[in-house]
């Protein structure tokens, strides 16, 4: 089970930082990653992050401004985000997968609930 938090509404330029807190089965998570879903558009990867080592790969739309990090112990996976643009407005899901490294949401096995962020311009 994956439960997110942390979304809210931040004017652009703005930051906001989100988790993720893994429970249950989570000696079998290989991967975490954040998803994104804006209103009439398809969801799409933002962020991942393996459990174990801790190697990342981000979206281009984020990179430099947004970073994943995990807290091993905890089964939490963060995103802060920084520098926020109205475009980054979406419904932010975190998942996890047990066994790929990879963008496409179909790779993933479990997700959470989905948190609102909103970006005013």
């Known amino acids: 089970q994956l439960q997110a938090s942390g979304g809210g509404l931040v004017q652009a330029g703005g930051s906001l930082s989100l988790s993720c807190a893994a429970s249950?089965?989570?000696?079998?998570?290989?991967?975490m990653a954040w998803f994104r879903q804006a209103p009439g558009k398809e969801r799409e990867f933002v962020a991942a992050i393996k459990r174990s080592s801790g190697f990342t790969d981000y979206a281009d739309s984020v990179k430099g401004r947004f970073t994943i990090s995990r807290d091993y112990a905890k089964n939490t996976v963060y995103l802060q985000m920084n520098s926020l643009k109205p475009e980054d407005t979406a419904v932010y899901y975190c998942?996890?997968?047990?066994?790929?490294?990879?963008?496409?949401?179909?790779?993933?096995?479990?997700w959470g609930q989905g948190t609102l962020v909103t970006v005013s311009s």
């Open positions: 249950g089965r989570t000696f079998s998570v290989y991967v």
């Open positions: 998942a996890a997968s047990a066994s790929s490294w990879s963008r496409r949401r179909s790779m993933y096995d479990y």
